[in-house]
């Protein structure tokens, strides 16, 4: 992270070259998706998988849930089955929230298969907390959608179904990856370490005919960046995958003004002197229609309230493992009065028309611990990131590909509970029990660096193929009810002043990381607020008579019916109908014949 004004690193210093010494063999390969609530089904299946939605308690909440009923309808008709609605109270911390998820979302009584596996929440992290998104995520397909106006939520719910009912092609997306080379420190070590062999690993996969993208393209001028390379190459075409790796801007030296100014700001995309983009930049104007943007930058995602890093920093400090100062990962935190948020940038890019389906992107400072360990070596892991990609290319829905990630906090939690439990074994049996505290403190910064990356937008999209043109394409007919705002592309956005994105303060050496950005889980438990219990979404008019209520129930079934068998398949309803009416023709000629 920099600062907005001058753009020089927050943590000018960080992890010394010392702390990790360089060590060979860091290729992994990237392991297929694991299945949670039906182990044995396809992930991609919603009518085995759920869809449900996590929202507020109270008016809020009620708010929300009437501007996606769009959504929530054709989810429902797609998996043929009703959609669970949970409601919780705001400000839960983690301990409250894992305790939710055990005793009211899966309190385990009966078998779990109406359980949602794909979950979208409604609101602002101060309506629904971050810390339920990271519980649920831990082994759900989870989506936030927080946006700053009720007609921006109808706005996105209508591009999710435009994209879902168009015709598809037999065509490719491209997989597109861009870095700011701004000058910093922690862009070359993240191009160095991440971008560039990332894809070169892709390209590879490529040509064994397993990466499907149509084309891949590594771009980002390394003397001048600038917004407008990033904008001409995004700004309409086919959907695609994009990558990008820049600093997010923080706070300026002498902090914001105000809170309004630093939701309205911070986590913009900075190009350095070059300029930014921000969520006002990229409201109206066409940027990645259709596709999906994975953003490696500080407050790219959003902002928390609580720093998760402060105090392991503070702990790699006391052991010669961190030379900044553990108290700088405060500077972009909100004031005692003010709220955690989603950042601008991306509730900008969902909401317009022309923009992504699905934004992933880091809550809090984002290091470079995701892609580079140091506690037993740096050791680079590029495959991490580039799987997310290749998840995407290959149609899995925007959920399922961000587990490709988030999976490897799983892993590093079971390495740090069995380290805690050894410790404790050890005191148990009347022996000393160091532990490493340095290892402890490189392990626990990679857990809280990885838990950070969340999903903004419904889990369940995934990125069409063929040659569409997102900008005229029709709007649904018969689920979609509210009107798009217009999507004229304004003129070339003028770049401000600059942005930033993870602050290099480790070791310079190009096997070693610096220190990147960072996230914050809510610490310390809280007294959990009874919430309510699940319910369905179910139509509100009742029919008036037997026989209405029969014909309705029939057509009704027969739709849900027509519409999950096209979605299982991956086929749109109009093809699967063209197609059984040629079968029924077809068999109707053979009957002919046989007369």
């Known amino acids: 992270m920099v600062h907005a004004d001058d753009h020089a690193p927050v943590l000018a210093d960080g992890l010394p070259d010392a702390a990790a010494p360089a060590r060979q063999g860091d290729d992994e390969a990237p392991a297929e998706a694991g299945h ?3 182990e044995g089904g396809d992930p991609n299946d ?6 449900g939605v996590i929202a507020a308690q109270g008016p809020e909440g009620d708010r929300l849930l009437a501007a996606i009923r769009p959504l929530i309808e054709h989810r429902q008709a797609q998996q043929g089955e009703p959609v669970k609605i949970y409601r919780v109270p705001a400000d839960m911390s983690v301990d409250a929230a894992l305790r939710w998820k055990k005793r ?3 309190a385990g009584a009966d078998l779990n298969i109406e359980v949602p596996r794909y979950q979208m929440i409604l609101g602002d992290l101060d309506q629904v907390s971050l810390a339920v998104q990271q519980v649920q995520q831990s082994d759900g397909y989870v989506g936030r959608l927080a946006l700053a106006r009720e007609d921006d939520y109808a706005a996105y719910v209508d591009k999710v179904l435009r994209w879902e009912r168009l015709s598809e092609g037999t065509g490719k997306p ?9 000058g910093t420190a922690a862009t070359a070590v993240g191009h160095r370490a991440l971008v560039g062999p990332g894809v070169d690993v ?25 917004p407008d390379e990033l904008l001409a190459r995004v700004g309409g075409g086919d959907p695609g995958v994009l990558f990008t790796l820049s600093h997010g801007e923080g706070a300026p030296r002498g902090g914001w003004k105000s809170h309004d100014e630093q939701r309205r700001r911070q986590g913009a995309m900075s190009f350095g002197r070059e300029g930014k983009l921000t969520g006002d930049d990229l409201r109206t104007r066409p940027f990645l229609p259709g596709g999906v943007w994975f953003m490696l930058a500080c407050y790219g995602a959003g902002t928390p309230n609580v720093s998760a890093y402060r105090h392991w920093l503070a702990q790699l400090a006391e052991v010669g493992q961190f030379r900044g100062r553990p108290e700088a990962v405060l500077a972009g935190l909100p004031g005692a009065n003010d709220r955690p948020f989603i950042a601008a940038l991306p509730q900008a890019v969902l909401a317009n028309p022309n923009g992504p389906l699905a934004f992933m992107g880091h809550v809090d400072l984002a290091w470079t611990y995701g892609f580079q360990e140091l506690d037993g070596g740096a050791t680079n892991r590029p495959a991490r990131y580039m799987a997310i990609t290749r998840s995407l290319l290959k149609r899995d829905r925007a959920g399922v590909s961000m587990r490709e990630l988030l999976r490897f906090c799983d892993q590093t939690n079971l390495e740090l509970t069995s380290l805690h439990d050894q410790e404790a074994r050890t005191r148990a049996a009347g022996q000393p029990a160091p532990l490493d505290a340095a290892r402890l403190g490189h392990l626990w910064m990679l857990r809280n660096d990885l838990a950070a990356y969340v999903l903004l937008g419904d889990p369940a999209v995934r990125v069409p193929h063929g040659p569409v043109d997102a900008a005229h394409a029709p709007r649904p007919e018969s689920i979609g009810t509210h009107a798009s705002p217009g999507a004229a592309p304004p003129g070339p956005v003028a770049p401000t002043t600059a942005d930033s994105f993870a602050t290099p303060t480790g070791p310079r050496a190009p096997t070693t990381p610096t220190t990147a950005d960072s996230f914050a889980t809510p610490t310390g438990p809280r007294a959990p607020t009874t919430p309510t219990t699940p319910d369905s979404f179910s139509a509100r008019a009742e029919p008036t008579t037997p026989a209405l209520v029969e014909a309705i129930l029939q057509t009704l079934l027969a739709d849900a019916t027509i519409t999950a068998a096209a979605a299982r398949l991956g086929l749109p309803r109009a093809e699967l109908e ?3 009416a040629r079968y029924r023709d077809a068999g109707l000629a053979g009957l002919a014949r046989s007369k």
Do not use: C
């Open 578 to 580: 063209s197609l059984a």
């Open 46 to 51: 919603l009518g085995l998988q759920r869809w």
């Open 202 to 226: 892709v390209r590879k996969r490529q040509a064994a005919g397993q990466y499907p993208a149509r084309d891949i393209v590594e771009f980002g001028d390394r003397l001048t960046p600038s």
């Open 104 to 106: 009211e979302f899966d």
């Open 174 to 182: 491209d997989a597109l990856f861009f870095t700011v080379h701004d």
């Open 36 to 38: 949670f609530w039906d």
